[in-house]
């Protein structure tokens, strides 16, 4: 069965400090892992995935992850953190054929200290 | 283009009563999935529709059923309410990750408190 654990609930991090979001998970086939992130009374928005082309994968808002297999990690990083950054973010993952179906992550609530 | 809609935003019900959440997929997406969100339990994957079909189904129980239109329009409805169906309920759409890995659409959710 498939499963996702984020490392660490809260995350705080001074404004232009490194973001590192930690995201592990299991899985028996080679999976498709996301990032998504949620603002406050919104739904959730894609900030990227792994669908095994590139293992460094860019996405929105200067956020990028690497797929590592030998650690099976996806962690999240961004360089230099911005106050708008402040959010929640999900690890997800999914596996061939299973469509709609994402397992996530608690989450990790990213607070920016100015 | 129109993101993915929900209705209604916020209800409250009594432990009991049955609700229906409705979902206005993006246009042309044929894929409809539902997901509960909880403090305590986090994301749970409830249904997946597509072309009218259920094509994937979470661990809940018999209360949370589902239905999709020819449309794509979706709705799901729970009927005898416990106080733990208190939760967002959140919808995505997408084109047709029948493969997986493909992006889902969030709408802003239908948040039901049952008292």
């Known amino acids: 069965a498939q499963s996702v654990t984020q490392l660490g609930s809260h995350v705080s991090v001074s404004e232009g400090a490194l973001v590192l979001l930690r995201c592990n998970y299991s899985?028996?086939?080679?999976?498709?892992l996301f990032w998504y992130v949620q603002y406050p009374n919104q739904g959730l928005q894609l900030l990227l995935k792994?669908?095994?082309?590139?293992?460094l994968v860019k996405g929105i808002n200067g956020f990028e992850a690497e797929f590592k297999k030998s650690e099976t990690s996806f962690h999240l990083t961004k360089p230099s953190a911005h106050m708008s950054d402040a959010a929640e973010y999900f690890c997800?993952?999914?596996?061939?054929?299973?469509?709609?179906?994402?397992?996530f992550g608690q989450g990790t609530e990213l607070s920016v200290k100015p | 283009k129109a993101g993915v809609t929900q209705t209604p935003r916020y209800l409250i019900k009594t432990r009991g009563q049955q609700v229906t959440l409705s979902c206005s997929p993006i246009?042309?997406?044929?894929?409809v999935s539902w997901y509960q969100q909880t403090p305590g339990q986090g994301l749970q994957f409830l249904f997946e529709?597509?072309?009218?079909?259920?094509?994937n189904k979470g661990n809940f129980p018999g209360r949370f059923s589902g239905r999709q239109f020819s449309n794509s329009r979706s709705e799901m409805n729970v009927s005898t309410l416990e106080l733990g169906d208190s939760a967002l309920y959140l919808c995505?759409?997408?084109?047709?990750?029948?493969?997986?890995?493909?992006?889902?659409?969030f709408g802003e959710g239908s948040r039901l408190t049952v008292l």
């Open positions: 995505a759409s997408s084109l047709d990750p029948s493969r997986g890995g493909g992006e889902l659409f």
């Open positions: 899985s028996s086939v080679p999976p498709y």
């Open positions: 792994y669908t095994s082309a590139a293992t």
């Open positions: 997800a993952v999914s596996g061939y054929n299973q469509g709609g179906k994402l397992i």
């Open positions: 246009s042309g997406h044929r894929s």
């Open positions: 529709y597509f072309s009218e079909t259920q094509r």
